[in-house]
């Protein structure tokens, strides 16, 4: 197989997993390991990935890589919506309490799943989601608190010093938290130090942690970590994590629940 045949193939690897191992490459085309690094430099000259340790990731999945919430609305919306109706099995049927809701689509997935029983009372729903808030707020009789802060426009979300002091000085029953990307090494991550401190704080202040994810964040690592795994109680995902990332959450004692 000629190089150019070989970096075809690879672009297709990763138009379809998101990443490239070395190891993996060499044994597929019968090469060394140099050969393929060859072809993963002349790849990362075109822009076509970006070369990490052990392997490449597409470009877009750069660590402060970050798409608008209107494009992150579409994407996934099927497994998301099941992720949220998983999700709420960590109520059961006669919880009363409050509920943290993080920013984000999934986390929105949980709020749509929630807010049916919004209504008859018990549950109150603190969020520093903008959109989140919006669509809760014309649930009749909903018990809902808003968290203030500097507003991120690329999750319309409240963030900043006052976002998590105010986060730091609540202990919600059960929190429900996005992250962008979860992995064995780095744990859960987030493009965004803004967006990092206020999960961290989420997280931290919680009594029971329940991070919602599609597969395409197993095994991304963006720039800034926001919690160990070991900090989590449930992930719910829309497919079973690799062996490695399922291995570490094993570890940490963290339940996995397939949506």
């Known amino acids: 197989m000629y190089a150019m045949e070989r970096q075809e193939a690879i672009e297709r690897q990763l138009a379809t997993d998101g990443r490239v191992s070395v190891v993996e490459l060499a044994d597929r085309f019968e090469v060394t390991t140099e050969t393929v690094r060859r072809d993963l430099a002349q790849l990362e000259l075109s822009g076509a990935l970006r070369r990490v340790h052990g392997g490449a990731v597409k470009t877009e999945r750069a660590s402060t890589s970050e798409r608008p919430l209107t494009e992150r609305l579409q994407r996934h919306s099927a497994a998301k919506s099941a992720i949220g109706d998983r999700a709420l099995d960590a109520l059961g049927d006669d919880f009363r309490g409050s509920v943290f809701l993080d920013a984000g689509t999934t986390t929105a997935a949980v709020a749509t799943a929630l807010s049916p029983r919004l209504g008859a009372g018990g549950i109150e729903v603190v969020t ?15 018990a809902l608190t808003l968290i203030g802060g500097r507003v991120r426009g690329l999750t319309a979300a409240a963030v900043g010093a006052d976002t998590v002091r105010a986060i730091e000085g609540m202990r919600a029953d059960v929190a429900f938290v996005g992250t962008n990307g979860v992995s064995a090494g780095f ?15 989420i997280v931290t202040s919680a009594r029971r942690v329940v991070v919602v994810a599609d597969a395409e964040k197993h095994d991304r690592e963006l720039l800034v970590g926001f919690a160990p795994l070991s900090a989590i109680d449930v992930l719910v995902t829309d497919a079973t994590p690799g062996p490695e990332l399922a291995a570490a959450l094993a570890d940490a004692d963290v339940e996995v629940w397939i949506a």
């Not at 520093?128 to 909903?142: D, E, G």
């Not at 859960?188 to 803004?194: E, Q």
Request: charged share 15%; hydrophobic share 45%; glycine share 4%.
């Open 128 to 142: 520093h989601a903008l959109t989140l808030a919006h669509a809760l707020a014309s649930v009749p009789n909903a």
């Open 187 to 201: 744990g859960l991550s987030t493009p965004d130090p803004d967006e990092a401190a206020v999960k961290r704080a």
